[in-house]
């Protein structure tokens, strides 16, 4: 059945009328047809329903950039080599406050909104933590009506698909453009020559000319992006690399030299084909820097272009005398909540893993790029020493243990050996602990496969426990941790990174600290290498416990002998794990102490979300814009 035959097209681009938008959905259906208009399933309504929301973003793009056109203010543009979008759909309805009337217009379909937003893929323009504080710098822009632009690279692929076979993780080309994408327009009228190689030429007058190499063209794609609750909508211009039509050897081409050809134009493809692309070679590395004098130059020359077609002619000091961290009406509330989030995330591991975990026990999650620094290592360490203590209990010890399901989640570098081999120990825990009747109602082990914006917005909410155990000092600061902890969770982690701040602002008693600090690090390998270093029985019992094959016949012997001896970087236990895991377990333990007493954890929970305001990104891009960048809102009137 067409959407037609449901409801009747009619174009309605900026009202906000349930029957209207539906008739504008319908009219996508019809008139802007990806498919068939003979069919509307869940996949046609997503597209349908993001390009009759993308016209209320052209409408408020196209006013804001006549606004600041208008009103000439100094702007700000952002580059970056990653964006971390998540979906858009949800993102766009939300920040225009027209959620509810779409979902009621979606209604009429007999579709659920939810449902509908779920048929959109994360755009695949980033990885980790650099590519989502860039996302959310660019929300916030917008929001505080700052005259600003983002650039980016238009990637085909991104990083890459993570999925979890016997063998650990396999990387799959992720395309996510394989049908389109409904959120960008292409700009054919904004084309810059890129050149690569050649050499600079002097004439007799003594001007430069740069020649010879390659030229390759950048191509324009803008994104609009939405501020909250305000008019203005600013852009993301993302580049994709071109070859001319000029470049295609058609002689070649017709004597067989078909690969000869098109030469250029598949160097031009492999510009923006891959996030982050394997530098493990020299190709490799020239790859990445070509990638990243692309970005530069064509930003430049766009920014450098539009200066010049420019004319070139608070908060109240009244605080609330009512604090609510104890109030029994909130708790029971904020406990129903968690519950709620905790129960939608169970399902979620379900379908994606066929695992089952409870939700009423603590769920302990770990989720951001596999990194032998960030000590995914240490995590499973522990979860396997929990595991063995749990399997020498009695059956009536362990009903008095805190029930834990860890969850582990992120990629990793297709060629970093080691991280893969992370990937592999934490799936083969979980295969063992999760099939064992007798602890299994007490521990859970769960790989999250594929982590994304996507899946951080189902597993962020649920959690309660989080791990950001990074070797103190390795951190640039990172910003999932300010994530969890708005979300009411607890964490667990060394004074490292953004780390550091959350703790002054929750409250040392709501944080759960461990571990060597910074200005230890340094003498603790050195002591290392002088072989001063004496393991805790506890760290040797996990190790060997790995060794003895209990989880599979993997050899893990690379892995774990990354813990041993005295030297070298990836040996000698560089990231001291080895040193940190006594505290880290004693850490651990106080956790499940803690979480026994419900109370007191609810009121851990509300204190970590009421202490998280410091790390919104609008505060940081507004104190940005005062003392950095010196330029103002420029709201549309």
Not at 361 to 384: C, P, T, W
Not at 518 to 537: I, S, T, W, Y
Request: aromatic fraction near 12%.
């Amino acid at each position: 059945m067409s959407a037609a035959d449901k409801v009747k097209p009619a174009a309605s681009p900026a009202s906000e009328d349930p029957s209207a938008i539906a008739g504008n959905i319908s009219y996508h259906a019809q008139y802007s047809p990806h498919f068939s208009p003979l069919a509307f399933g869940p996949e046609q309504a997503f597209y349908a329903t993001a390009e009759s929301v993308r016209d209320h973003l052209l409408q408020r793009w196209n006013d804001t950039y006549l606004h600041f056109h208008k009103t000439d203010p100094k702007q700000t543009y952002y580059l970056s080599m990653e964006y971390l979008q998540g979906r858009a759909l949800t993102n766009a309805v939300g920040n225009l406050a027209i959620t509810g009337a779409y979902a009621d217009a979606l209604k009429k379909f007999g579709y659920e909104l939810e449902a509908i937003a779920g048929q959109e893929r994360d755009a695949a323009l980033g990885n980790g933590g650099l590519g989502r504080l860039a996302s959310c710098f660019l929300d916030s822009m917008a929001t505080l009506n700052l005259p600003s632009w983002g650039y980016g690279l238009r990637y085909r692929y991104g990083l890459f698909k993570q999925r979890i076979a016997k063998e650990g993780q396999e990387e799959i080309a992720e395309d996510w453009l394989d049908k389109f994408s409904p959120w960008e327009i292409v700009r054919h009228d904004v084309v810059y020559p890129i050149r690569f190689f050649g050499h600079v030429e002097i004439s007799p007058d003594g001007k430069r000319k740069w020649a010879g190499g390659e030229v390759l063209n950048a191509l324009a794609y803008d994104v609009p992006i939405p501020g909250y609750k305000t008019k203005n909508a600013i852009s993301l211009r993302l580049w994709d690399a071109t070859a001319t039509a000029e470049d295609f050897n058609l002689f070649q081409f017709n004597d067989g030299q078909y690969e000869s050809a098109a030469q250029l134009h598949s160097r031009a493809q492999q510009i923006c084909a891959v996030l982050y692309p394997g530098d493990a070679t020299e190709e490799g590395k020239l790859l990445r820097l070509k990638q990243q004098y692309f970005l530069c130059s064509a930003s430049l020359q766009d920014i450098i272009f539009r200066f010049k077609e420019r004319k070139a002619d608070r908060v109240s000091g009244k605080w609330t005398r009512y604090t609510f961290a104890d109030d029994e009406k909130l708790h029971a509330e904020w406990a129903a909540a968690k519950l709620a989030s905790k129960k939608r995330l169970a399902k979620h591991v379900l379908d994606v893993t066929g695992v089952t975990i409870d939700p009423d026990s603590l769920f302990d999650i770990q989720i951001k790029r596999i990194h032998e620094y960030k000590r995914q290592l240490m995590n499973i360490l522990g979860a396997v020493y929990r595991y063995k203590k749990l399997k020498e209990m009695s059956a009536a010890d362990r009903q008095k243990v805190t029930p834990r399901t860890v969850m582990v989640g992120g990629k990793a570098f297709a060629t970093y050996t080691n991280a893969k081999r992370i990937v592999k120990l934490v799936n083969d825990v979980g295969a063992v602990v999760n099939n064992d009747a007798d602890v299994n109602k007490y521990l859970k082990v769960v790989f999250i496969p594929n982590y994304n914006v996507s899946v951080a917005e189902v597993l962020i909410p649920g959690s309660e426990l989080s791990q950001h155990i990074s070797t103190a000092g390795m951190e640039a600061s990172g910003t999932s941790n300010m994530k969890f902890s708005l979300n009411g969770c607890v964490i667990i982690g060394t004074l490292d990174g953004a780390n550091v701040e959350i703790r002054e602002e929750v409250g040392q008693d709501n944080f759960f600290l461990f571990g060597a600090k910074a200005d230890q690090v340094a003498g603790l390998r050195k002591d290392r290498e002088n072989g001063l270093f004496k393991p805790d029985p506890r760290f040797e019992e996990a190790k060997q416990f790995i060794r003895s094959g209990a989880f599979g016949t993997y050899d893990y012997t690379p892995l774990l002998d990354s813990l041993e001896g005295n030297t070298g970087f990836g040996r000698g236990d560089y990231f001291l794990v080895g040193y940190d895991f006594p505290s880290y377990i004693d850490a651990q333990a106080r956790v499940d102490e803690a979480y026994k007493d419900k109370k007191k954890w609810v009121k851990m929970s509300i204190l970590n979300t009421a202490g998280s305001g410091k790390f919104s990104s609008d505060r940081t891009i507004d104190q940005y814009a005062k003392e950095i960048w010196g330029i103002s809102a420029c709201p549309v009137p």
